[in-house]
C-alpha cells in the first residue's frame, strides 16, 4: 500500500504557531522534505522531533522528485515543508505534489499559518475578495510592468518582496499607481518585532523601510475604469490614435497611453484598462 504525501504548513515566525496535527504528522511520517533543513531542523528540536529530513528545494526539486514518488510508492509517507508557512505557495513543493499525484498517491494538506491571512486580517483593509500574485519580476523593466498591471486591479492585491527591493518596488509603484494609494506593509509579522503598517505609498517610502525579513504588501484596489470612460470618446478612435502616436514617435505602447491619458485628463492606469478590455473582448 502506497504511503501519503503530507503537505504541512510551518510558522511563519513564532514557533508556537504549528498545529497539533501538523506536529503528529511530523512525528509520524518516515520522512520530512524540507526546502531548508537547518530552518526545519529549528522546528523539529523545538518539539524534540527526530524525523529525519531531506533537502528540496528550487534547484533539486526536479531531480529528487522521482526518487521521492518512489518512496512514497513503497509505503513511505513524507511531509513536505517550506522554510515558513505553506508548501507549493511561492515556494518549492508543487512538482513533487504533481508527481505525486499523477502516480495515484494520496497527497493531504495540513494546513496552519500563512503571512497572507495574517496581514489581511490585522490590517482593517476591506476586502470581500483578493488577488495573491507571488514575488514581483526582479529585472527593473519587467517589474515595472508588473506593477502598473497590478495597479489596475479592481481587488486588492497582496504580494511579497524581498528585503534588498522593498524601497525599490514601492518607490516603482508610487509613481506608478499613485503616491496616495494606500498599503498595508507586513514586516516579521508573528515575531518579536513584527511590523504592520497602513499607510499612503509615500509615507512609507519617504520614513524607508529596515530591510529586514520578507515583506508581504497589500495594494488597495485601484479606483477602476469606469469613471474615465465618460471623459473619453469613442475607444476605437482612442486605440487609432494610439498607434499613430506609437509608430510615429516610436516610444511603447505603455508611454503612449500616457500621453492620451494626459490630453482627455484621465488615469493612464484607467486608460490602460479599457484599452485591454476592449481588446480582450475582440471588438
Avoid at 76 to 87: C, F, K, R, Y
Avoid at 167 to 176: K, M, S, Y
Avoid at 245 to 269: D, F, M, P, Q, W
Wanted: aromatic share 4%.
Amino acid at each position: 500500500m502506497a504511503g501519503i504525501l503530507y503537505v504541512v504548513a510551518t510558522p511563519i515566525g513564532n514557533l508556537e504557531d504549528v498545529t497539533l496535527r501538523a506536529l503528529r504528522i511530523l512525528r509520524e511520517v518516515s520522512l520530512i522534505a524540507a526546502e531548508d533543513t537547518r530552518r526545519t531542523a529549528k522546528l523539529l528540536q523545538h518539539y524534540s522531533i527526530s524525523t529525519r529530513t531531506t533537502s528540496l528545494h528550487a534547484h533539486n526539486e526536479h531531480e529528487k522528485t522521482p526518487r521521492l514518488v518512489e518512496r512514497l510508492r513503497d509505503g513511505e509517507s513524507i511531509a513536505l515543508v517550506s522554510d515558513a508557512g505553506t508548501p507549493a505557495i511561492s515556494d518549492p513543493g508543487q512538482g513533487l505534489v504533481a508527481a505525486a499525484r499523477a502516480a495515484g498517491i494520496r497527497v493531504e494538506s495540513i494546513p496552519g499559518p500563512s503571512s497572507i491571512v495574517a496581514a489581511l486580517s490585522a490590517s482593517g483593509l476591506p476586502a470581500p475578495e483578493f488577488l495573491f500574485v507571488g514575488f514581483p519580476p526582479s529585472r527593473s523593466k519587467d517589474r515595472k510592468d508588473w506593477l502598473a498591471d497590478i495597479g489596475l486591479e479592481r481587488r486588492l492585491v497582496i504580494f511579497f518582496e524581498a528585503p534588498h527591493r522593498i524601497q525599490r518596488t514601492l518607490e516603482d509603484l508610487a509613481a506608478l499607481v499613485g503616491p496616495d494609494r494606500i498599503v498595508a506593509i507586513g514586516r516579521e509579522l508573528t515575531k518579536t518585532h513584527e511590523e504592520l503598517v497602513v499607510k499612503p505609498i509615500s509615507a512609507i517610502v519617504e520614513a524607508s523601510i529596515q530591510p529586514r525579513g520578507e515583506f508581504t504588501v497589500l495594494l488597495t484596489p485601484g479606483t477602476g475604469a469606469a469613471s474615465a470612460a465618460t471623459a473619453l470618446p469613442e475607444l476605437e478612435i482612442i486605440q487609432d490614435e494610439l498607434g499613430r502616436i506609437t509608430n510615429s514617435c516610436n516610444i511603447s505602447r505603455r508611454e503612449g497611453v500616457r500621453i492620451l491619458a494626459t490630453k482627455y485628463g484621465v488615469g493612464a492606469n484607467d486608460l490602460y484598462r479599457l484599452l485591454r478590455d476592449r481588446n480582450n473582448s475582440g471588438e
